[in-house]
């Protein structure tokens, strides 16, 4: 990658993180705000945009955010108020801004039309043919400035061109404000022989006149201002009396220099290739494992031998976590880049559907690992539109219920014993019970004789193809949806539940891994062979007695845990394992827990419990079901990672074939 495609990188990710941030302002003034910082904040975002396109030579995008600038000094002047129809517009412009960087991207041109109704829309508030807001009143004994006059020096400093800038596409910007004379300075100039076409050596004077603000003008050399020399001097300034007399303000220079002694503010961050971060993490884990290996092998030696030797390792092993910890804080990022996209979201499902939906949003800065937030925007993004759909009613029908015309979605995420957990909760009309189990028997989900409890009947909605809309429309109805949402949550190592509430709104709790790069593990044996059970499905071990496992035919051995009944899984049956302990008065069950369901793994020993590198065998082999990964352990071997809710998948098959035949 070249110096140019580096730069160019850097510029679609800051306009990926400006929009993002102009949405996010946009959708607050929505909600009545016309506070001016917000509105200068959103007008520096589309003028940051402008501005490197131009530079890299994206004209359509400049041209285009051009006019969405000019549309928002409207808006920062008071001349058009922040109406539902302006914000629609304006956000609807951000999304053509969106997908015309992304062609540029790849390279692309867009259409010559793309975007032509919004642009259409845009000037006609720029045009002041419709929409205008009324300029507000102003008293007779105010004074407001006519047209000013300022000379700007502007002295780029020689590296200009190595930044990406192009001067003449600043001095154009400029004479878009008002009327310009510009006149070059080129005593720096070498002769032709000497020149060196990277280096910038001329200087411009420009006289600017009109109704042009210096705030505008420093605008325009915002990429600029520290590797250049800008001096702007504003001149006798006119002012007009709003009563008939015309009065004029004494003669004055006021010169505008760049403040001495001003200090560069320090950057705290900095960009990295997410590459290199994996590489990192990667190395890291190789780190531990070693250092676990040295620990297994220091095991054996003698203490008054190895004093120093084993202190030395008892550092490396504290370090090495410390280190762990850092690296794995590096690829840690707040939930507030997905959170920030659903009050767009919201806003335009809520329009569609003919609703009032106001969202809450509380926990944004709660951190999860960078590849849990990647694979976990789908997902939500789907839960709350079914939650506007499905969850909140239309305002007649929450008028007839004595509930507020205004329905409430509430976003919220926080850790909890080493998980993020993610709630939305709505105050709908919540699961209707009875309709979605007669749906399901319907459609032939379950059987038409299925005795199910309330929670059990909730769930149903999770079921491939289950759909309780009368018609299909472009927000729901095909029975596409929350049962890709459970698998994807779950193929992360998380679970999804619903609290409901009939007729008073409902709760979706989402529990996931704070990391999928590392994890807390119990090591067990069966037979020969060693397995990691997440701590986290962790319930409880325990050492049963025989008369305690029951046979329930169709289920299989349950065992009575405190009143409740658990089905029971042997490992060694599941994964094949020879030599393993059958006789269940000398085995360990460890009791279990993945989403809603309980289940009991028999095992012949537990080993201890060690923090784990997790290895993906994608790369490697076919998908196993029941394992989610590996990890390589103290002494060298590979040790398979259990996916519990798969085991529970495996064990509900086996149980249905078994009925199967015993029916047969």
Same mark, same amino acid.
């Given at each position: 990658?070249?110096d ?6 850097v510029?679609?990710?800051e ?13 607050k003034l ?6 001016t910082?917000q509105l ?8 940051? !945009? ?12 400049m041209q ?5 600038e000019?549309? &928002? ?12 129809e ?8 951000a999304?053509i ?21 919004v642009?259409a ?5 720029t045009?002041?043919t419709?929409?205008l ?12 400035p006519?047209e000013?006059?300022y ?5 780029p400093h020689?590296e200009?061109?190595?930044s990406?800038n192009d001067?003449?596409?600043i001095?154009?910007?400029?004479s878009?404000?008002g009327?310009t004379?510009i ?12 020149l ?5 050596? !001329? ?6 006149s ?5 705030a505008?003008i420093?605008e325009v ?11 702007i001097t ?9 009563t008939?007399q ?10 505008v ?20 971060? %994996?590489?990192l ?9 070693t250092e ?13 031998k190895? $004093?120093?030797?084993?202190?030395g390792?008892d ?14 804080a590096?690829r840690?990022?707040?939930v507030?880049? !997905?959170?920030s996209?659903?009050?767009r979201?919201?806003?335009d ?10 969202l ?15 694979? &976990?925007s ?8 079914? $939650?506007c759909?499905?969850g909140?009613?239309?305002?007649d029908?929450?008028?007839?219920y ?5 329905g ?5 995420a ?5 998980r ?9 009309a ?6 979605v189990?007669?749906?399901?028997r ?7 004789d ?5 929670e059990e009947?909730?769930?149903?909605v ?9 018609q ?9 949806g929350?049962?890709?949402v459970?698998?994807n ?9 619903i ?15 704070l990391t ?5 593990g119990?090591?067990?044996r ?5 397995? !990691?059970?997440?701590?986290t499905?962790i319930?409880e ?20 845990i405190?009143?409740?009944f ?12 020879? %030599?393993?302990?059958?006789d269940?008065?000398?085995?360990l ?20 419990q ?8 994608e ?22 990672? &259990?996916?519990i ?6 064990h ?6 078994l009925?199967?035949?015993?029916a047969?």
């Open positions: 990658m070249n140019m495609d580096e730069l160019k990188s510029f679609f990710t306009c990926s993180e400006l929009l993002v941030d102009m949405e996010e302002r946009l959708l929505d909600e009545g705000t016309t506070d910082d200068n904040a959103i007008f520096r975002c589309a003028h940051s !945009i402008k501005g490197g396109a131009g530079a890299f030579g994206f004209n359509a995008i285009f955010t051009h006019v969405l000019a549309t &928002l000094d409207l808006m920062r002047d008071g001349k058009l108020l922040p109406t539902k302006s914000i629609d517009i304006l956000l609807k412009a999304d801004v969106v997908q015309m960087l992304d062609a540029a991207k790849e390279g692309r041109e867009s259409p010559t039309d793309f975007g032509a109704d642009l829309n845009l000037q006609r508030f045009q002041g419709n929409s807001a009324p300029v507000l009143a102003v008293a007779s004994v105010c004074a407001v006519s000013r006059n000379t700007i020096l502007f002295a020689e200009l061109f190595a990406g001067p003449l596409l001095l154009r910007e400029l878009q404000l009327k004379e006149s070059a300075d080129i005593s720096r100039v070498p002769t032709l022989e000497a060196d076409v990277t280096l910038c050596k !001329i200087d411009w004077s420009i006289v600017i009109g109704n042009v603000s210096e505008s420093r050399f915002e990429f600029v201002c520290d590797i250049s020399n800008i001096q504003e001149n006798t300034p006119v002012v007009v009396a709003a008939p015309t009065v004029s303000a004494p003669s004055a220079k006021k010169p220099a760049e403040e001495e002694g001003h200090k560069t503010a320090v950057p705290t961050s900095i960009r990295v290739d997410l590459e290199k971060v %994996d590489r993490v990667n190395m890291v884990g190789e780190l531990v494992i676990a290996m040295l620990r297994a092998q220091a095991k054996h030696l003698s203490e008054d190895f $004093s120093d030797l084993l202190r390792i550092e490396l092993s504290h370090h090495t976590r410390e280190l762990q910890e850092a690296v794995m590096v840690m990022q707040p507030k880049s !997905i959170f996209r659903m009050p979201i919201v806003r499902t809520a329009t569609q559907l003919g609703k009032d939906i106001q809450l949003l509380s926990g944004e800065n709660t951190e999860v690992d960078k590849t849990v937030i990647e694979q &976990l789908d997902p939500l993004t789907h839960m709350i539109r079914n $939650s759909d499905h909140i009613e239309t305002p029908q929450r008028a007839w004595d509930k507020p015309l205004q409430t979605i509430h976003l919220s926080y850790h909890r014993s080493g993020i957990i993610i709630e939305i909760k709505d105050d709908g919540g699961i209707n019970r009875d309709k189990l007669a749906k399901a319907e459609k032939g989900l379950i059987a038409a299925a005795v199910l409890t309330e009947m909730d769930h149903l999770f079921l491939p193809g289950f759909s309780t809309a009368d299909v429309t472009a927000v729901s109805g095909r029975g596409v929350m049962d890709v459970k698998r949550i779950e193929s992360l190592g998380g679970t999804v539940r609290t409901n509430t009939p007729g008073k709104g409902s709760i979706f709790t989402i529990s996931l891994p999928l790069a590392i994890l807390d119990m090591i067990v069966v037979g020969a062979e060693n397995y !990691i059970i997440p701590i499905s319930i071990t325990m050492r049963p007695k025989v008369q305690e496992i029951k046979n329930v035919e169709g289920h299989g051995d349950v065992i009575n405190r009143g409740e658990v089905p029971l899984t042997y490992l060694h049956k599941v994964f094949s394992i020879p %030599d393993a302990q059958n269940t008065s000398h085995c069950i460890v009791l279990v827990e993945s989403g809603n369901q309980k289940m009991g793994l028999v095992v012949d020993e537990l080993i201890g060690q923090q784990v590198v997790i290895k993906s065998l790369a490697n082999a076919d998908p196993v079901k029941g394992i989610s990964g590996a990890t390589i352990l103290g002494d060298g071997k590979v040790s398979l990672i &259990l996916e809710n798969e085991l529970q998948q495996l509900q098959l086996k149980n249905a074939s009925s199967l035949v015993n047969a």
